[in-house]
C-alpha cells in the first residue's frame, strides 16, 4: 500500500443532515478517535436562501462552535476544527472568546480557520460588508491575538477597536492555530504570510493543488517563515465514477491520498458530510450512520 509520509488523516463532524441528529456525532467522534483518526472538522452555513437551489449538504447545519464544545466533551486526544467560520459575520471579540473556550475545554485541541463568506444573504442578514476583506482579515487576526496572548489586550484599527482590557480565560495552546481559506491568489498568499496555515474549500479543484501550495509556501518564504500548513477537505464520493480525486473504490480513494500526500498537502480529511446518504437532511439518519461507519473503517489509517 502506498504510503503517507507526513499527511495527517482526519475527517468531518457530523454536521450536516441526517447524521447531525440525535446522539450520531458524539458516537462517531467517539469512535473516529478510537480508530486513530487525527481530527475532526465542523463547518459553518448561517442560512440557505429561498430558492436558491443550494446543495443538500448546506440545508441544515449545526453551528459549528457549539458542536466543537460538545465534541470537547466526547473525546480525549483528537484534534478538533473549524473549517472555516466566515470572520465578516461575527465580531473577533466574540469568536477569541469563543475558541479560547473551547480550547480550554478540550485541553488545547483547537484548530480555528477562518474564512471571508460566499453567500450574500448571509451578508445582508448579518450586516457584514464584502468590501475590503483582505484588510480587515489581518486586523481580525490580530485582535485575535492580543486577546489570547497580551496580558492587557489592546487595538486600535481601521475597522476594529478593542479598549485595554483582560479577556479570560486563555487558550491551552500558546498560540491557538489559526487557518485561513480563499481560493483568490491573494487570500492564499495572505495565508502563507500571516497566519498558521490555509484550509480548502469544497469547490476546490484537487488536481491543482501543487500549484496553490506553492503560491502559499513562496508567500511563508518571503514572510521569512517556514512552511505552513495545507489541509485538504476531501469532498469523498465513495463508491463513485473514479474520474475526480477522492471518487471511487476505496483502494483508488487511498491512492489519491498518497497522491496528496506527495504534493505537499500535509494534513487531508474526508468530508463525508457531502456523501448524500449522510448530509442530506431527507435521508434516513440510521442508515446514514451505517454509511459514515462504513466508510470510517475502510479508510482508517494505517
Same mark, same amino acid.
Given at each position: 500500500? !502506498?504510503?503517507?509520509?507526513?499527511?495527517?488523516?482526519?475527517? %468531518?463532524?457530523?454536521?450536516?443532515?441526517?447524521?447531525?441528529?440525535?446522539?450520531?456525532?458524539?458516537?462517531?467522534?467517539?469512535?473516529?478517535?478510537?480508530? %486513530?483518526?487525527?481530527?475532526?472538522?465542523?463547518?459553518?452555513r448561517l442560512l440557505v436562501p429561498e430558492n436558491s437551489g443550494m446543495d443538500p449538504v448546506y440545508q441544515s447545519v449545526l453551528d459549528p462552535m457549539v458542536t466543537l464544545g460538545y465534541l470537547a466533551a466526547r473525546t480525549q486526544r483528537i484534534r478538533l476544527g473549524v473549517a472555516?467560520?466566515?470572520?465578516?459575520?461575527?465580531?473577533?471579540?466574540?469568536?477569541?472568546?469563543?475558541?479560547?473556550?473551547?480550547?480550554? *475545554?478540550?485541553?488545547?485541541?483547537?484548530? *480555528?480557520?477562518?474564512?471571508?463568506?460566499?453567500?450574500? !444573504?448571509?451578508?445582508?442578514?448579518?450586516?457584514?460588508?464584502?468590501?475590503? #476583506?483582505? #484588510?480587515?482579515?489581518?486586523?481580525?487576526?490580530?485582535?485575535?491575538?492580543?486577546?489570547?496572548?497580551? !496580558?492587557?489586550?489592546?487595538?486600535?484599527? !481601521?475597522?476594529?477597536?478593542?479598549?485595554?482590557?483582560?479577556?479570560?480565560?486563555?487558550?491551552?495552546?500558546?498560540?491557538?492555530?489559526?487557518?485561513?481559506? %480563499?481560493?483568490?491568489?491573494?487570500?492564499?498568499?495572505?495565508?502563507?504570510?500571516?497566519?498558521?496555515?490555509? $484550509? /480548502?474549500? /469544497?469547490?476546490?479543484?484537487?488536481? %491543482?493543488?501543487?500549484?496553490?501550495?506553492?503560491? $502559499?509556501?513562496?508567500?511563508?518564504?518571503?514572510?521569512?517563515?517556514?512552511?505552513? #500548513?495545507?489541509? $485538504?477537505?476531501?469532498?469523498?464520493?465513495?463508491?463513485?465514477?473514479?474520474?475526480?480525486?477522492? /471518487?471511487? /473504490?476505496?483502494?483508488?480513494?487511498?491512492?489519491?491520498?498518497?497522491?496528496?500526500?506527495?504534493?505537499g498537502v500535509t494534513e487531508l480529511f474526508y468530508d463525508l458530510n457531502w456523501d448524500p446518504r449522510i448530509g442530506n437532511p431527507a435521508a434516513d439518519p440510521a442508515e446514514a450512520g451505517d454509511r459514515a461507519a462504513e466508510i470510517m473503517d475502510a479508510l482508517t489509517p494505517m
Amino acid at each position: 500500500m !502506498e504510503t503517507l509520509a507526513f499527511m495527517q488523516i482526519g475527517l %468531518g463532524a457530523p454536521v450536516s443532515g441526517a447524521w447531525a441528529m440525535s446522539g450520531l456525532p458524539g458516537d462517531f467522534a467517539e469512535r473516529a478517535e478510537r480508530a %486513530g483518526y487525527a481530527s475532526l472538522w465542523t463547518f459553518q452555513r448561517l442560512l440557505v436562501p429561498e430558492n436558491s437551489g443550494m446543495d443538500p449538504v448546506y440545508q441544515s447545519v449545526l453551528d459549528p462552535m457549539v458542536t466543537l464544545g460538545y465534541l470537547a466533551a466526547r473525546t480525549q486526544r483528537i484534534r478538533l476544527g473549524v473549517a472555516v467560520v466566515n470572520l465578516p459575520f461575527l465580531s473577533p471579540v466574540v469568536l477569541a472568546k469563543q475558541a479560547a473556550s473551547v480550547d480550554a *475545554l478540550c485541553g488545547g485541541r483547537l484548530d *480555528l480557520g477562518l474564512g471571508i463568506g460566499w453567500i450574500p !444573504e448571509e451578508f445582508t442578514a448579518t450586516g457584514a460588508t464584502t468590501e475590503r #476583506r483582505g #484588510r480587515r482579515t489581518e486586523e481580525y487576526l490580530a485582535v485575535l491575538r492580543t486577546l489570547w496572548q497580551d !496580558e492587557v489586550s489592546e487595538f486600535s484599527g !481601521e475597522f476594529y477597536t478593542v479598549p485595554p482590557s483582560r479577556q479570560r480565560p486563555r487558550p491551552v495552546q500558546r498560540p491557538l492555530p489559526v487557518l485561513l481559506g %480563499g481560493l483568490a491568489r491573494p487570500a492564499m498568499e495572505r495565508a502563507g504570510r500571516i497566519a498558521d496555515g490555509w $484550509i /480548502s474549500s /469544497s469547490r476546490v479543484d484537487l488536481s %491543482g493543488i501543487k500549484d496553490y501550495i506553492a503560491i $502559499i509556501q513562496d508567500a511563508a518564504a518571503q514572510a521569512d517563515r517556514g512552511p505552513v #500548513r495545507i489541509v $485538504i477537505r476531501g469532498v469523498l464520493q465513495a463508491g463513485g465514477d473514479g474520474k475526480r480525486l477522492l /471518487s471511487g /473504490s476505496y483502494d483508488k480513494i487511498r491512492s489519491d491520498a498518497a497522491w496528496l500526500a506527495a504534493q505537499g498537502v500535509t494534513e487531508l480529511f474526508y468530508d463525508l458530510n457531502w456523501d448524500p446518504r449522510i448530509g442530506n437532511p431527507a435521508a434516513d439518519p440510521a442508515e446514514a450512520g451505517d454509511r459514515a461507519a462504513e466508510i470510517m473503517d475502510a479508510l482508517t489509517p494505517m
